[in-house]
């Protein structure tokens, strides 16, 4: 009997486990189309409603080939126009949705010199994604 209570405790736990995959994935609808894809917890990307935008898809691992494990976790935008994003390697990137232009990765400074340059309001503030759901009331997407 205490052989088929371990054995039943072994299967019951491997089948919690397989069935626990993608449980903390998500989406955040963000403006234009945009949204931020948590497909596992290194892997948080920004990617544009159109498959033909793929240029646009931040990070870019092509443009940051010397690392894989750059992920994206605070992110910002305004009404209409401009997301803002930082990455756990301290880059940061700016998407124009109107233009259709991504500019990054960026430093600290390059950002906020970027920032000046494009007139993009210093009330775009970067939130941490589970911040950024709460403080704004978007409904996060779970994924299945």
Do not use: Q
Not at 6 to 22: D, E, F, K, R, T
Not at 30 to 59: H, M, Q
Not at 102 to 123: A, H, Q, V
């Amino acid at each position: 009997m205490k052989k088929i209570i371990v054995n039943l405790s072994i299967i019951l736990i491997a089948i919690y486990m397989v069935g626990c995959a993608g449980l903390g994935d998500y989406e955040i609808e963000l403006i234009n189309g945009y949204r931020v894809v948590k497909s596992s917890p290194e892997s948080i990307t920004i990617f544009p409603a159109s498959d033909s935008l793929d240029d646009i898809v931040v990070p870019d691992f092509e443009d940051n080939s010397d690392d894989k494990n750059e992920f994206i976790v605070e992110v910002g935008h305004d009404k209409n126009r401009y997301i803002v994003a930082k990455t756990n390697l301290n880059l940061y990137y700016i998407i124009d949705t109107k233009e259709v232009i991504k500019y990054g990765p960026l430093n600290e400074n390059e950002f906020n010199n970027k920032k000046d340059d494009l007139d993009i309001l210093y009330s775009i503030e970067l939130k941490n994604l589970e911040e950024y759901t709460r403080d704004f009331g978007w409904t996060v997407e779970e994924s299945e």
